[in-house]
């Protein structure tokens, strides 16, 4: 387990990990270890796990065939023998890790439908779409695509790293002329969708105005600051979901849904010089018409599709792939409205569907054919409404959350067809998501106001049952009749009530396992067999994260810079302190006031009478210092930084400021501390 969280020297930190370790951790992966852990525990599935992928390969969809064809149409060069390397030669994206896929039938350890999407996210390399449309698919976790201009190249998404980035203009230009990049298009604000950005372009291009960058309304806000708060949780959450820990084989990782997962690269952003701010808006580039039309808060806060009239293709982001997506990831984050993603998935349908020949979308592959793509559109859209639909009236009937995940299937006319499988989402996640979103995580019942935390509650439950021998005995009889859901749960209970108890331990291990090999969603797979490695062989050891991406951290708006502050402030060791500091931005004029009072550090714009100091810095020195290229102690002895009056204080705000772990228990529980400042111990 970690030690609890501590702060280091004041006056040695100050912001040194303030925006790094938030946005590595907001970037969906996380630091790879050299082993991968638990690899060697894993066991073979068990009867009753093959009994439950019989049955899945009964309900399989009826497109299969189908969409392995789309996968592989139009392939120009297979990357699968790529290797991507970073600056220390260390490998961040490989296909050739997943040659195990090779195997047809999906053996008893994966789902049967998760194993044909595996496969069809396997297929990897550059290819032609139509004429002057090219994507660069499976080097990274999203897709790559390229429109050829008249005198230039437009590239949709330059996918999450550099390194990627770069290997992906390389494999184009093996096959295509040597054109220059005159446009980048950001479709949304995921980092998987603009990170590689300067694999593909240089800024002094950019400055110069030789390439223009396009993206949506409200992207710069969204790109730089989605997860900075919850940054530190929703990075080890992550790991579950993506399964970044776990060894790539059939009983490890096999897929993420949308794509494969690799190691973190390089992270960079350039920012837009073009915004599109109308719900309609056509652009003409290098001989090209884009038609571009806003889908906000839906996938992503800010978002966009694409129509290209003269290739009649339609470019749907990330609101049409190839799965049921999530409405709230694993990994934590603000809930997705479905009822709104339904209703941009049917205006596309109805502005584009009469138009369009080819769907394309910035993930999976393409579907060809104006039948083809309007039938796509409208179980897309309808899977989203019917999710929303049916949640919302069982929770009128008065039905909570989980007890509809458990109601809710698809029909039969909307699970024929396999983009509409939760690979990357999770349908029961979904139907919570729904419930959440109208109501809460509160589902009505009082009880659960004061419900005990988890590792009481564990105590107190276990010790009902007859205790922890009583309690493992009967959970082992209902592990050997497959009953996992029950057995994963009460395991758990012993393990929270017993940690150290490693039969405990080993069951609901073993448990987990089995549930993740049932799953079809592969998320759920990784979070189910990330827990059971865990359990196995404890809390992974991780390097604390290293600086961010120096992009990033400079585009972060400084209300959220100072937010971000506030959320580490320790507020035991802030108890009956009241401190003022003004902060001058010498470069950029800003002026914002920090107040410290309460337990709370609160900001205001301008300059606050009697502060008890005033630092005076330009905010290129505070980007620096968060990118822990330099220090507050350093920064001071260079003038870059003046602290004028008792600069004690800023020291003494500084030391109250806590340090995140890389990772924190989530299976088992954490190190006790002691009771927040003005919070009463857990009642017994």
């Not at 060069?77 to 970073?86: E, F, G, K, W, Y």
């Not at 073009?274 to 808060?297: N, S």
């Not at 007890?403 to 690979?423: K, N, V, W, Y």
């Not at 822990?628 to 800023?650: C, F, H, N, Y």
């Amino acid at each position: 387990m970690r030690t609890a969280p501590h702060s280091t020297a004041p006056g040695t930190r100050l912001l040194s990990t303030l925006a790094s370790a938030a946005l590595l951790a907001a970037c969906t992966t996380a630091p790879v270890p050299e082993a991968a852990p638990g690899a060697s525990a894993a066991r073979q599935a068990t009867t009753a796990t093959r009994a439950a992928q019989q049955a899945a390969l009964a309900r399989l969809p009826r497109n299969d065939a189908q969409a392995m064809e789309d996968a592989r149409r139009g392939l120009i060069a297979s990357a699968d023998a790529l290797t991507v390397r970073n600056a220390q030669g260390r490998p961040i994206w490989a296909m050739q890790d997943y040659a195990f896929l090779a195997q047809e039938t999906a053996p008893d350890t994966v789902h049967p439908a998760l194993w044909r999407q595996a496969q069809r996210n396997r297929v990897s390399g550059l290819f032609q779409v139509t004429e002057r449309l090219y994507q660069v698919r499976g080097l990274d976790l999203s897709n790559m695509s390229i429109l050829e201009g008249d005198t230039g190249l437009i590239v949709v998404d330059p996918l999450m790293y550099t390194e990627t980035a770069q290997a992906a203009m390389a494999l184009y230009y093996q096959h295509r002329p040597r054109k220059p990049v005159v446009a980048v298009v950001y479709s949304h604000s995921h980092v998987d969708h603009f990170g590689g950005v300067r694999g593909v372009v240089r800024q002094e291009d950019v400055d110069a105005g030789r390439v223009q960058v396009i993206a949506p309304a409200g992207f710069m806000a969204e790109a730089v600051g989605e997860n900075v708060i919850a940054g530190h949780a929703m990075g080890r959450r992550a790991l579950y979901q993506f399964g970044m820990l776990l060894p790539r084989n059939a009983q490890g990782q096999v897929d993420a849904g949308l794509g494969k997962a690799g190691a973190p690269g390089t992270l960079g952003l350039i920012a837009p010089t073009r915004l599109i701010d109308k719900p309609h808006e056509t652009l003409h580039i290098d001989g090209i018409d884009i038609e571009f039309t806003l889908t906000p808060h839906a996938e992503a806060p800010a978002e966009m599709v694409m129509y290209y009239p003269q290739l009649k293709v339609l470019n749907m982001a990330e609101l049409a792939v190839h799965t049921q997506h999530n409405l709230l990831p694993m990994r934590g984050a603000q809930v997705r409205d479905a009822l709104g993603w339904s209703r941009h998935l049917n205006m596309a349908l109805h502005r584009y569907g009469s138009q369009a020949e080819i769907l394309i979308a910035q993930h999976h592959w393409p579907v060809w054919g104006q039948a083809r793509l309007r039938g796509s559109l409208a179980r897309q859209r309808d899977t989203y409404k019917y999710l929303h639909d049916q949640t919302v009236r069982w929770m009128n009937h008065g039905y909570v959350g989980s007890e509809i995940a458990e109601m809710l299937q698809l029909p039969d006319s909307l699970a024929e067809d396999g983009a509409t499988h939760a690979f990357y989402g999770h349908l029961k996640h979904n139907v919570r998501a729904v419930y959440q979103h109208y109501l809460g995580y509160y589902e009505g019942n009082p009880a659960q106001l004061e419900a005990l935390p988890p590792a009481a509650a564990a105590k107190k439950t276990v010790e009902y049952m007859g205790g922890p021998e009583a309690v493992l005995r009967r959970a082992q009889a209902d592990y050997v009749r497959g009953d996992y859901r029950w057995v994963a749960q009460v395991a758990s209970q012993l393990v929270f009530a017993e940690p150290t108890n490693q039969a405990a331990r080993q069951l609901a291990a073993n448990a987990y396992e089995q549930l993740g090999y049932q799953m079809e969603s592969a998320t759920a797979r990784n979070a189910f067999l990330q827990g059971a490695a865990e359990l196995r062989q404890g809390v992974p050891q991780l390097p604390r994260p290293g600086a961010a991406s120096r992009d990033l951290v400079r585009n972060l708006p400084l209300e959220m810079f100072f937010n971000y502050l506030a959320v580490r402030l320790d507020a035991d060791k802030a108890r009956g302190q009241h401190i003022v500091l003004n902060w001058i931005f010498t470069d950029t004029g800003e002026q914002v006031a920090l107040n410290l009072e309460n337990s709370a550090l609160t900001q205001s714009p301008g300059l606050a009478p009697g502060a008890n100091a005033t630092v005076r810095l330009g905010r290129a020195t505070l980007d620096a210092i968060a990118g822990q290229q330099t220090t507050l102690p350093e920064a001071m002895r260079s003038g870059q930084l003046k602290i004028e009056g008792d600069a004690g204080k800023v020291a003494a705000l500084m030391g109250m400021l806590d340090r995140f772990e890389s990772v924190f228990p989530i299976v088992e529980p954490r190190p006790e501390r002691a009771a927040a400042s003005g919070r009463p111990a857990a009642p017994q």
